[in-house]
């Protein structure tokens, strides 16, 4: 039987860095607000965090910017409604996968396209 391919690698993570960077404030109501419309269930693939991992996984969520915070660059006023949706953590990073990030609508219609060939 051979090795594995990486069994004599050596791997080195933990080295400190600093770093500079900008972030931008997320508003806790809004954030709120969105959920209490929308409830935590990801608007995209339908997850719900509660369903599979019971009160741990109640109310938690990603809630995502249809328009990224950054490309507006200063404080601005938000709708929570129209400016915000919840989404899973796994959704959230496949809509960020490309620039400018994928629309809710392009990742439900991947979701479903996928889904649909996996069951064939």
């Known amino acids: 039987m051979n090795e594995p391919r990486f069994a004599n690698q050596k791997y080195v993570e933990g080295t400190p860095r600093k770093m500079l960077s900008i972030t931008y404030a997320r508003s806790r109501k809004a954030r709120d607000a969105c959920l209490e ?3 935590s269930k990801c ?3 339908g997850f ?3 369903e599979v991992y019971g009160e741990i996984g109640k109310g938690y969520i990603h809630v995502h910017h249809r328009k990224k915070v950054s490309e507006i660059g200063q404080e601005y006023e938000i709708d929570p409604i129209e400016d915000l ?12 996968r490309r620039n400018p990030p994928f ?3 392009e990742m439900k219609g991947l979701v479903q396209h996928n889904r649909c060939q996996h069951r064939m």
């Open 85 to 96: 949706c919840p989404v899973c953590p796994n959704c959230h990073a496949m809509i960020h």
């Open 103 to 105: 629309t809710l609508d």
């Open 37 to 39: 419309h929308y409830g």
């Open 48 to 50: 719900d965090f509660s």
């Open 43 to 45: 608007h995209v693939c």
